[in-house]
C-alpha cells in the first residue's frame, strides 16, 4: 500500500508576525522617549504659572499619550472611503477608564435595549458609563438639526452603533461625526445569530413583539470587546495609522498589543497579504517613527508597477499631463527660432511705431492752438442798453400817432 504524501497549497501562506525582540525594543525606547520629552518641555518651559498642571496631572497626561501603528503597503489598501471602522481585539483594551461616557444608537425600538441596559444581568459598573440609549428613529428626529448634533458629539466620549443600522449613520449624524475619525460610531452586533441546519442559516420568523436582540450577558460583552478594540479606518491610500496603546502602559503589553494589531491588520485587511506589506513603525503624537519591520522589495509585481522607459503607458501618462501655461513673456522651447526673427523685425517696428506717435503728438499740438486761436478771436456780444431801446420805441409811437390823426383828418374833408 503506497503512504500519502502532505501536499502542500500554493494558497497556505504562513501568519505574518513580526519580531517580538524587535517590538520589545522599539516599545521600551518609545515609551522613555516620550516621558523624557514631556520632562524637559515642562523644565524648559520660560513662563510658569500658578494655573499649571502639579507632577501628578502631568504624570496622567502623559499616560493619556497615544501611540500609534503606521502601515505603509506597496499599492493602496482600498479605492474609496470606509466610514464604518474595523475592529481588532486587544490584549489589553484601549478605554479603561470608567468615567467615560456611552451612547448607544440601536435599531427600533430603543426601549427594549434600555430594558436590557436596566436589567440585573447587565454589569453596573457597565451601565453606569452608558448614559444614553436611542434608536434610529428618535435620532432622525431629535438631532436633525446641526447644532443639537454638536451637542450630542460633546456630551459623549465614545458612540457605538448596532451593526444592522450602522451604514445609515452617516446621512443622519453627518460631517460633524463622520469628518474626523475621534468619535465615529463603533459597530457592535446587538441582534441574536441566526440558527444553522446542517451548515445552512435558517431564516427567522419576525413577529411584532419578537426584538432580535442577544441577552443582557452578551450584550455587555459585546460592548466590552467594542470600546476596548483597536480601530481601523481605512482610506485609498498606502499608509494606515491604528491606535495601539499609550505612554501609561507598560512595554510587554504595549508590545502585546502592537503584535496583535500587525497580524490581524495583514490578515484581515491588507489584500495580497505580506506580498503588498512595505513597512510597519510605531510613533507618538511628536516623535520619530521607530522601524519594526521592513520589506526588502519595494514592488510588488515590478513588472507592472515600474513602467519603463519610452513604453506606451509612460507616453501615455506623460501625454495626460497639464501643459504648461504659456504667456508672452514665456515661450516654448521649439518657437525659439522664430523669436530670433522677431526681435530683429522688433526694432524696425519700434522706430516705425516712434514716428508715428512724434507726428501725431505734433498735429495734436497744431489742432489745440487753432482752437484756443478761434476761441480769442470770436466778437464779444454787445452790452445791453435799455435806455435806447425805450426812447426809440416812444419816437415810433409817436410818429405812429400822427400819422393816424392825418388820415382821420383826410376822411372829415
Known amino acids: 500500500m503506497v503512504g500519502s504524501k502532505a501536499v502542500s497549497r500554493k494558497d497556505d501562506v504562513s501568519a505574518f ?46 499616560a493619556q499619550t497615544p501611540v500609534w501603528l503606521a502601515l505603509t503597503t506597496k499599492r493602496h489598501i482600498l479605492d474609496s472611503n470606509r466610514l464604518q471602522p474595523g475592529k481588532i481585539v486587544l490584549p489589553h483594551p484601549l478605554n479603561t477608564d470608567p468615567e467615560t461616557t ?11 435595549y434600555k430594558n436590557i441596559v436596566a436589567s440585573e444581568e447587565f454589569p453596573a459598573e ?29 456630551e459623549h466620549d465614545i458612540f457605538l452603533g448596532d451593526d444592522r443600522i450602522i451604514n445609515r449613520l452617516p446621512k443622519a449624524l453627518g460631517k460633524t461625526f463622520y469628518k474626523s475619525t475621534i468619535k465615529r460610531p463603533i459597530p457592535v452586533v446587538l441582534q ?9 442559516r435558517v431564516k427567522r420568523e419576525k413577529s411584532k413583539d419578537d426584538v432580535n436582540a442577544r441577552p443582557a450577558a452578551e450584550v455587555a460583552a459585546e460592548i466590552q470587546r467594542a470600546i476596548g478594540a483597536a480601530l481601523v479606518h481605512l482610506s485609498p491610500s498606502t499608509n494606515t495609522s491604528v491606535r495601539v496603546g499609550y505612554a501609561g502602559m507598560k512595554p ?7 503584535q496583535t494589531v500587525a497580524a490581524e491588520l495583514v490578515k484581515r485587511f491588507v489584500p495580497k497579504k505580506q506580498d503588498n506589506l512595505r513597512s510597519i513603525f510605531i510613533k507618538g503624537p511628536e516623535t520619530v517613527a521607530l522601524p519594526i519591520w521592513q520589506t526588502d522589495e519595494l514592488w510588488l509585481d515590478a513588472e507592472k508597477d515600474v513602467l ?14 497639464e ?18 526673427e522677431v526681435e530683429k523685425e522688433e526694432p524696425q517696428a519700434k522706430k516705425r511705431k516712434s514716428d508715428k506717435s512724434e507726428k501725431t503728438e505734433k498735429t495734436e499740438k497744431k489742432e489745440k492752438k487753432e482752437k484756443k486761436e478761434k476761441s480769442s478771436k ?22 405812429l400817432k400822427k400819422q393816424k390823426k392825418a388820415a382821420k383828418a383826410a376822411l372829415d374833408d
Not at 520589545?24 to 522613555?32: G, Q
Open 126 to 154: 457597565l451601565r453606569k458609563r452608558i448614559t444614553r440609549v436611542i434608536d434610529l428613529t428618535h435620532l432622525k428626529a431629535k438631532f436633525k438639526q446641526y447644532e443639537a448634533q454638536r451637542k450630542l458629539f460633546s
Open 17 to 62: 508576525s513580526v519580531d517580538p525582540e524587535q517590538t520589545s525594543k522599539a516599545s521600551k525606547a518609545l515609551l522613555a522617549h516620550i516621558a523624557k520629552a514631556a520632562k524637559e518641555k515642562s523644565a524648559n518651559a520660560t513662563k510658569k504659572s500658578l494655573l499649571d498642571d502639579t507632577e501628578e496631572d502631568q504624570s496622567q497626561i502623559i
Open 323 to 340: 501643459k504648461p501655461n504659456i504667456g508672452k513673456k514665456r515661450k516654448s522651447l521649439d518657437a525659439a527660432d522664430d523669436e530670433e
Open 252 to 258: 510587554a503589553e504595549l508590545s502585546a498589543n502592537i
Open 378 to 399: 470770436k466778437e464779444k456780444l454787445p452790452e445791453s442798453n435799455d435806455d435806447k431801446l425805450d426812447q426809440e420805441i416812444a419816437e415810433r409811437k409817436a410818429k
Open 102 to 112: 456611552i451612547c448607544l444608537i440601536t435599531a427600533d425600538p430603543q426601549r427594549a
Open 192 to 200: 441574536k445569530p441566526r440558527e444553522k441546519v446542517d451548515g445552512k
Open 308 to 321: 519603463a522607459d519610452g513604453s506606451e503607458k509612460a507616453k501615455a501618462i506623460e501625454a495626460k499631463k
